[in-house]
Structure formats: C-alpha cells, structure tokens
C-alpha cells in the first residue's frame, strides 16, 4: 500500500503499526448483573415501581475497564490532533492547547460544584465569572458581556434575539440582516431562526466589503448588518468605520462574527470599530480544546445600549460578594440550562492570566506572521486570489492545479501522506477550490518550512503524478470514504447483537 | 512556558523581511490607524504556571464541592460517579486536541466513538436515530420543539407539562419567540404529578406538539396510564410527541421513551459520566423515528466504505446543516459537545447494562431511604408516591433558612422551588445519587431534626 506513494524522508509522516477494533458493540461482552447488589438486597421486587413501569431489555454490553480502555486508547490512535501534528484548519484557529489549564477545570472545587449550590458555597466560581467577563470586554472593547452561550453559533443566535429585542423596544421591529457572501453558514442559519431575512452583500474585486454595496442596501427595515473582521478571506475590512457610521445612521446594529479575533487581540478592538455586539470563540482565541468538535464556549459582548436585553442569570457584584440575578425586565430570557460552559470558562481565564496583555499580543502578532509566511512562500505555485497583506490566515485556491485535473480536495488529502491535517477547503464560498490556511501563533519556523515543503512537493506531483494525488490518501487509516453511499442508505447506529468477526471488521 | 527559544528573535526577523515589512507593527498597516491599540490591555498577567495554580486553587478553594459536604442537590445536574479511567480517556490529546471530524480519513477514532455514542442513545431511549449530540437537554428541548414546527408548519400550539424543568421552558420560550407560537404550559397536580386531563383538554389540531419530562423535574415517575393516553390524544391530532428524561440514569430501569409511544426523544447526558461543573458543560442527546431523520438538527456520523471495503464513518446527510444549507439549515448549530458525548460513551461501555442498572437502583434507594426518615420529622410533609431519586419536601418554613443552617453543618441541602414559581414557595426538592451514603442521609436527617 505505501511502496512509491511513500512521500520523501525529511516529511512528518510514517507508516506505523495501527490496530483493528470492532464497534464496542461487537466486542462480545457478557451479560452479567452488578452482584454487588445482591449483598444488600436492593432488587428490583423491592423498589416499589410497578413491574409495568419498568424495561424488560437493557441492550448495552457488559466488558472489563481493560476492554473498554483499549478500546478507546485504539481508537484515540486513528485520530489526527493538535498534539499529534500541524493543523492549519482555516477559521478553526487550532492552536496548541496548554496542560495546566485542564488541570484548572478539574479542580474539585470547579469540577464538583453544583449551579445550584447555595450562593455562599460558590463565591470562587462567581468570582472567576465577573473577573473574565471583564478581561473580554477590556479584549473587544464592549461594555458588558454574558458568558452563557455554548458556542460561536449559540451567542450568534443570543445576539441577533437581543437584536430583535432592541428594534421591537423602540417600536420599529424591523426585518432584514445584511449578511456578506463571504460568512460563515452560521450567520444566515442564526438570523433565519430568529425571523429575519438575510440580505446578502457581495464582496467587491478586493474581498471586502464596500460602502457603496452596503448604502445600496441600507433602509430603515435592516435590523444590522452581521460581518467578521478579518474577514473569512483573512482580510482586514478596511472601511468598516464608514460601513458602520452608515449602518447606525440608518438605525441598524453591527454583530462582529468573532471567529477571527487571533488577528485582533491585544493590536485592535471591535468596539472601537463601531461594532454593537461580538462574540468570541473560546475554543478558537483562547485556547480551550476543540474536543472533537466541541464543547466550546461563546461569550457575546454588547455595547450599553444592548445591555437591558442580555440573557439571565448575570453575575453580580456587591461589596466583596457576588451573586446571579435573574430579575431584568427587558431581558431576552434564558437561552441555556445553568450558566453556559463553566468548565471551559476556566480554561480561558487560566489562559489569560498566563498570557498578561504582552502574551496575547505577541500570540496575534505571530499568528498573522506565520500566515503572511506561508501566503508568500506558496503564491507562486498556488493561486492566491487576493494577494497581499492577511491577518491570521490566507485563502489559496486549485485554480492552477486544477488544470491537471487536481482539486482542493486531491490536495488535502495528499497532505494527509505528508503528516499534515488539511486547511479547510471549499470555504469561503465566493473562492471557487478554496484552500484556507491558517497556521495560528503555535507552530515554530521548522514546522512551518516542512509544510511548505509538502505543499510544493504536492504541486509538483499534481503536475508530474496526477493520478497520486488524486488517489490520496495512501498512509491514512482508511482510504477515502464513500460519501455518497453513506448519505444515501443512512447507517446511524450499528445493528443489534452483532458479533465480532475474528479480524474486528464486520464480514 | 515563555522561555526565549535559542535565536527565535533573528528566526522572526527573518520571516517578516521574508514577508516583505519592516515590522510586525506594519502586518497590521490597514487597520486604520485611531483604532490601533498604542499601549497594552488592561489585563491581569502573565504568570507562571505555578502562580497560576496557586491563584486558581485559591479560587477553587472557596467554592464548597460536594465532595466535600454530604450533597442532595439534583434538579438537571446531578452528583452520579464519574470513573477514573473516563476521566483518564477523555484526556488523551488525540482527542480532545482534534476538531470537528471533517476529514474522515484523519478522524476514525472520534467518528467510530460518535458512531458508537449515537448507538447507545438509540438503545438507552429505544428510539431508531439519535444524532451526535447538542449543547444541553434544554436547548436539545428547545430544537425539538423547532423541529416539531417544521414537520407540522403552520400550527401555532406548543403544549408543555409543567411538570417540565422550569429552565428548560424558559429555554423554550427564548428560543422559539420570533414564531410567536403559542405555549401552553400546564401546571402540575397537588402530588406533584402532570395534570393529565388539564394536558389532555389543551390539545388541538392546530398544536404542534405536546413535552413532557420523565422522571419530572419533581422526581416523579409519571403515571404510566397518563403518559399513554396524552400520547394517544396528541397523535390523534397529529401532533408529535416530545419526551425528554433530564435524569437520565433512571433509563437503567424504566421504559425507555421509544416504547411510551414518543416521537423525539430529549435528554440530559451528564449524569451518565460528566462532572457537575457548575452547570457545564452539559450533553444534550435527541433521537427521533427515522421518518423524521431529515428534519433533525445537528451533526450524523454514518458507517461507509473506502474503496478496499474496510470500514469506516463519515458525517453525513450534512445538507441538513448551516454549513450548507445556511439561512436554509435546520438548525444554527456547528460546535457541540463530542468530548462530553465521548466520555458518556466511554462510562456507559464501563458500566455496561448491569452497571447502570446498579446505578439506578442504589439511587433510587438512597431516595427511599431519605424519604423514609424526613418522613418523621414531625412538620415535614412528603406528598410523592411514585418516585426515582428526588423528591419535593414541604417545609414549615423557608427552604432558604434551612439550606442556610445546613450549610454551616457541612450540608448542602435541596432547591428552594419558590424560585422558580410563588405557588411553589416553602417546597424544597432534595435529590439522592448512588453516592449518598446513609451517614449523610443520617447527618441531614439530624441537622433538620436540631433545625426544625
């Protein structure tokens, strides 16, 4: 399988010895009951819940905690992360996620701790709330920030309902977002379930946003208008004091999508852009893990004239104590159980405390370094469609590469040989073959040389050996998986009662 | 760690000469000059890291864990037992360190692992699909009953037992406002029951859905006649059926939702092996029938096939999803909560059918014993018959008073309902997990019994 699709020595990636293992659900495992129970006689004949009531089959196997350990230490093996190697995963912003802040969050005194818990018992944990509310907004330049949403996409929904919430207090409800074709899909799906219409705006021949496109759309039925900045280009909007001088003369609001805030921390502030409300990706900006996907954490910061319409509870502070208090009459309500994602809050709070504002900055600094790197050091063998200065990241596309018949995603897949995860491709939409790179602040000068390497060993193989990058992956795991089959007969669970075949891979 | 890396200053001049500016103030040129930051944020830091711990173990120090305080608290997080090697394997870089398995070739392990999750909450819930997660049980509520207005557009009626958790309705309500739906939430009965006729009567063909929550944010398990006959009345009027289960542990014992006639099932997955966190992160689950997969938010991972026909999985049917469909998506979300749905994977493989049927049995017995002896605390009154492990207590006084004597016994005590509703006032809803040993039922029962 490797033999001549093997890349050069001096790349990241080797075969290795990867193990087999079934769905845990075929694992064999036997049927017996906790005997622990039977000593003290607690049964179900004794609990007094009618037979009725109760379920006749529990289909979950029963295995040993050695089992069950290799089988996720197996599976943790077939994963890609952070801390196995590079990954440039544009709009992802995965930068290293340091040690001590897990140990921070799974101190018993975060990790046991009850929401409900008397006020008194949980004057620490209230603390570390009112603090960091205060080091973001001090970050975005806002007046006020709630910590409860659970992701990017979450505080994106809480902000456009406090949108909303805000129109309909001043007596003009009003109906439509502007929305640039460059966003990301969260931004229309979050406007969409709140009511509003969204509008799209075209990028002009730059990549940004003009005011001419935005005036042409301003009336006094557009609520806000929703951007991010940087853009998804990577590119800072260089009118945006004008577009949102623009926006609040015609009465509207402008939401910052945060998701590029590794471009502005400790260098430029949001609120001083002129922007009304903005979130922050924790899991992006401030170095919580991704988890595989989640949990993240999505603070959304306002500016005074939205703060009566903030999500409930919010931390208070008098004298030295605080509390949470529920009781704002303009408040758009709850928009979570409990107070959002506690654990991951404390992992950003140790991350701040541990950069101070010269850490954060210099993070910024050489995330938009090492992006203005790569962007030049591969320009001449991959089309750059807006070429000149980024901030943290930078969009290539296959246009040269394709006219070998080799795509963005022929090219990330070849990475996969060469030891790297893939940027993220066909993002944004207005780049046909997009390839978004983002390297983030973490990685050193070497490993940023041995990407380069790749990426221009890979353009020299897309002219010479089409065929190898289209074939790509050679080293992975699994081959490159049917898609296609997969969406069409659905397979979402694994069957009942299936054994194991002797080599772990269903028959 | 801020060690100066050995010539790391000449590397980076080297790369900003390589990038054609004079200064890493100049990376930034296009950001117009009054809104560039002249001097330094105003912010705490840097510190070491063992300043750090010491600063957040101060922190951590005076907050009371229930670890340390014999714990009855309950109402949508819950103090079950999180296994070592759960916490051991969750912490493996390789997972927690990847992102979104977008590239399934790089990702097998966290897409086989969600692939087994969605596995068991299909069996946990007798449902036929359950998705790969959303961020809690409330607003996993909250997109259900969204989903639900898809499948029947244009009905404008919500029906919720109040019976409900309260935060799970006000959930509800914020989430579902801008479609100026109408939400009829229906009070529960005396013994804390859902008030089956009132439900019943509220159904019209114009309701979009009914939501009910077994066991009930009170602890009890609902009647069982009840619960078949508002399903019954619902689909009669072809509304879908929403059952949510917040303590999800008592699925070790009762009737999952698939077999109580329901069409979407919502849960709470944290009490199936994450830590209380002060109310997060949470886990919320959802399973529906597959007549409805489409309609279904948030992310699926699917088995396929390379071309050798090894196995493998692949998040799929994404055109459901914002990232492609947009103002079109069933649903805003993108993250969620994998690591929190892996370790609920993790603990439910360590705890097996006989495990947490164990679970569920000490606490519900924990409950019983508790019940028993608050009984006869003369002034204490228990209305409950049927419950799993919490129980509303009527107290001759503020359930505040008495959480704040208890506290100072080294007890942290129930939930004062009264919070949530006036009508409630003077009720306090304690909660017993496998965890609650009879010494601190004992302590609580006497610290009452000197209160009191």
Redesign the interface.
């Known amino acids: 399988m490797m033999g001549n699709h093997e890349p050069p020595g001096f790349f990241e990636a080797e075969g290795g010895l990867l193990f087999r293992e079934p769905l845990i659900f075929e694992l064999g495992g036997s049927k017996q009951k906790g005997d622990s129970l039977e000593k003290e006689r607690i049964s179900e004949e004794s609990i007094g819940i009618p037979e009725e009531y109760l379920r006749q089959d529990l289909p979950i196997p029963q295995l040993t905690e050695q089992q069950v350990v290799r089988h996720y230490t197996r599976l943790s093996q077939w994963n890609f992360s952070v801390d196995t190697g590079f990954y440039p995963l544009g709009s992802c912003t995965m930068k290293y996620n340091p040690r001590v802040n897990e140990e921070a969050a799974s101190l018993e005194g975060f990790a046991s701790l009850h929401p409900y818990a008397p006020v008194e018992a949980v004057q620490g944990a209230l603390a570390l709330m009112y603090e960091l509310e205060a080091m973001l907004a001090e970050i975005t330049g806002m007046d006020r920030v709630t910590l409860q949403p659970a992701a990017g996409a979450h505080a994106e929904l809480t902000g456009m309902l406090m949108v909303r919430a805000y129109h309909r207090e001043l007596g003009k409800p009003r109906k439509k977002v502007l929305i640039p074709d460059s966003a990301h899909g969260t931004n229309p799906a979050s406007c969409a379930l709140c009511g509003f219409q969204v509008v799209q705006v075209p990028s002009d021949e730059r990549g940004l946003l003009s005011p001419r496109e935005i005036s042409s759309r301003l009336d006094q039925d557009v609520a806000a208008l929703m951007l991010t900045n940087p853009n998804t280009l990577g590119l800072f909007e260089e009118h945006i004091l004008e577009i949102s001088e623009m926006v609040h003369r015609a009465g509207g609001l402008v939401y910052c999508d945060g998701a590029n805030l590794n471009a502005l921390t400790g260098v430029a502030r949001v609120g001083d852009m002129g922007v009304d409300l903005v979130h922050m990706n924790l899991h992006k900006t401030f170095s919580t893990p991704h988890g595989g996907g989640g949990p993240g954490a999505g603070p959304l910061g306002v500016k005074a004239s939205l703060e009566p319409f903030l999500p409930v509870p919010r931390v208070a502070k008098k004298g030295d104590g605080f509390s949470l208090q529920e009781d704002f009459p303009k408040s758009i309500g709850r928009i979570k159980a409990f107070y959002g994602h506690f654990g991951v809050l404390v992992r950003a709070y140790a991350y701040l405390l541990s950069q101070g504002p010269g850490g954060l900055r210099e993070a910024t600094r050489k995330a938009v370094l090492n992006a203005n790197y790569l962007r030049v050091a591969l320009k001449d063998l991959y089309h750059l469609p807006y070429d000149r200065l980024c901030k943290h990241e930078c969009v290539f596309s296959d246009r040269n590469q394709a006219r070998f018949g080799v795509q963005a995603l022929d090219i990330a897949k070849r990475l996969m040989d060469y030891g790297f995860h893939p940027p993220t491709i066909y993002f944004p939409l207005i780049v046909k073959g997009a390839l978004m790179v983002e390297p983030t602040e973490s990685e050193t000068p070497e490993t940023l040389g041995k990407f380069v390497e790749a990426m221009r060993s890979i353009a020299r193989e897309a002219q010479e050996e089409p065929e190898k990058v289209r074939s790509a992956p050679h080293l992975t795991k699994v081959g490159r998986l049917d898609e296609v089959a997969a969406a069409r007969r659905p397979v979402l669970a694994a069957p009942m009662a299936k054994a194991a075949s002797p080599h772990g891979e269903p028959s | 760690m ?1 060690l100066q ?1 050995d010539g790391e200053k000449e ?2 001049e ?3 000469d ?4 004079s200064s ?1 103030e100049e ?6 000059e009054q ?3 002249q001097g ?8 070491k ?1 063992w300043e ?2 010491a ?15 014999a ?1 009855f ?1 309950g ?3 819950y ?1 079950h037992h999180v ?1 070592s ?1 759960t ?1 051991s ?1 969750i ?20 897409l ?5 999750f ?3 909450v ?3 819930s007798g449902m ?3 998705n ?2 959303m ?5 996993a509520l909250a997109e259900a009953v ?1 989903m639900a207005q898809r499948l029947r557009p244009g009905r404008s009626r919500v029906v919720i037992s109040g019976a409900v ?1 309260p ?2 309705r ?2 509800v ?3 579902t ?3 100026g739906l109408e939400l009829l939430e229906i009070e529960p009965d005396l013994s804390w029951q859902t008030h089956w006729e009132k439900l019943e009567t509220s159904l019209t063909p114009n309701t979009s859905c009914l939501v009910v929550q077994n066991p009930n944010f009170f602890g009890t ?1 609902e009647d ?1 006649e009840g619960l078949r006959r508002a399903a019954e009345a619902v689909h009669k009027v072809e509304g879908l059926f929403i059952l949510a289960v917040v303590e999800t542990t008592a ?6 939702p698939g ?1 109580l006639g329901a069409d979407i099932f919502v849960g ?1 997955g944290q009490p199936l092996g994450l ?8 886990l919320g689950l959802m399973a529906t029938k597959e007549a409805f ?1 489409r309609q279904m938010p948030g ?10 026909g ?5 998040l ?2 994404s ?1 459901r ?9 069933t ?10 749905a ?1 370790a609920v ?2 603990q ?11 679970i569920a ?2 606490s ?2 924990a409950a ?1 014993q508790a019940m028993d002896s608050l009984a006869q605390i003369p002034g204490l009154l228990i209305p409950q018959r ?1 419950v799993y492990n919490e129980f509303v207590v009527q107290t001759p006084v503020e359930p505040g008073l008495l ?2 004597e208890l ?1 100072n016994k080294g007890i ?1 005590g129930g ?1 004062d309902l009264g919070r949530f509703n006036p009508a409630w006032k003077n009720n306090w809803l304690l909660c017993c997990t496998e965890k609650s040993s009879p010494e601190n039922i004992q302590k609580l029962v006497a610290a009452l019994g000197e209160v009191l």
């Not at chain 2, 086989?112 to 087994?116: D, L, R």
């Not at chain 2, 961020?135 to 607003?139: M, N, Q, R, V």
């Not at chain 2, 830590?275 to 949470?282: A, E, K, N, V």
């Open positions: 801020d890396r590397a980076l080297r790369m900003l390589f990038v054609g500016v890493f990376l930034f040129r296009e950001i117009p809104i560039r930051l330094d944020l105003h912010l705490p830091g840097p510190l890291e750090l711990t600063r957040l173990g101060s922190m951590a120090s005076r907050n009371l864990p229930s670890s340390k305080a714990h608290l109402a949508g997080c103090d296994f090697a916490k394997l912490r493996r870089g390789e997972f927690f360190t990847a992102y979104t398995p977008y590239q399934p070739e790089l990702s097998q392990g966290t086989q692992a969600m692939f087994e969605q596995t068991y299909c069996r946990l036929e699909v359950a790969s997660s961020y809690d049980g409330a607003t969204l958790h935060e799970y006000a959930v309500r914020s989430m406002d801008p479609l398990i069982q699925l070790g014992l009762l009737k999952p077999e709470e830590p209380m966190s002060f109310g997060g992160p949470l997969l992310r699926l991972v699917g088995q396929s096939h390379d071309s050798t090894k196995r493998g999985f692949v799929t049917l055109t999803e914002q990232h492609i469909r947009r103002e079109r998506a649903s805003n979300i993108c993250t969620n909560q994998a690591l929190c892996l994977t993790i439910l493989a360590l705890l097996g059918s006989g495990g947490l049927r164990e049995l000490r519900k017995e019983r049927r959480n704040r506290l942290v939930l």
